[in-house]
């Protein structure tokens, strides 16, 4: 998805953004394939919300994919936020990624008529480059 207001250039840096909820090692290592391709840095951005409990297992996550990547040069990044938008939404201000990218997994159409998308949101929302992945074959792959 490249938004109409974007402006294009070298993609140095692509972002990750992990919810954790799947084996997140097959998706970063695809991240990573496509960082090294095009030369740039991947990093991966899991937010935690003030509502989720247990910040120690993100941590172990977190910790655990730094360790498995850390000859690739996978940087992780755990943010702290009161939502998963305004998490990301400041990362993307802060650090200014080249790409971002997302898993998005396939609901089903009572799902899709309760739940929030974050992806919907920022593919409306934001002006940088983003890459969705459907998460039903990236992580049956």
Do not use: C
């Not at 730094?66 to 040069?73: I, L, N, Q, T, V």
């Amino acid at each position: 998805v490249i938004p109409e207001q974007t402006e294009l250039h070298e993609i140095k840096q692509i972002v990750y953004a992990a919810d954790f909820k799947k084996d997140e090692v097959m998706v970063a290592r695809k991240v990573i394939d496509l960082a090294h391709i095009l030369k740039a840095t991947p990093e991966l951005l899991h937010v935690h919300t003030l509502y989720e409990p247990y910040l120690s297992n993100d941590r172990e996550v977190t910790k655990h994919l730094e360790e498995e990547f850390k000859e690739e040069g996978l940087a992780t990044k755990l943010y702290l936020a009161e939502g998963i938008e305004e998490g990301i939404e400041h990362f993307v201000k802060q650090h200014k990624p080249d790409l971002l990218i997302f898993a998005m997994k396939e609901r089903g159409f009572l799902e899709r008529m309760l739940h929030h998308s974050v992806t919907k949101h920022f593919i409306q929302t934001l002006t940088i480059p983003m890459l969705i992945l459907p998460a039903k074959e990236v992580f049956n792959a």
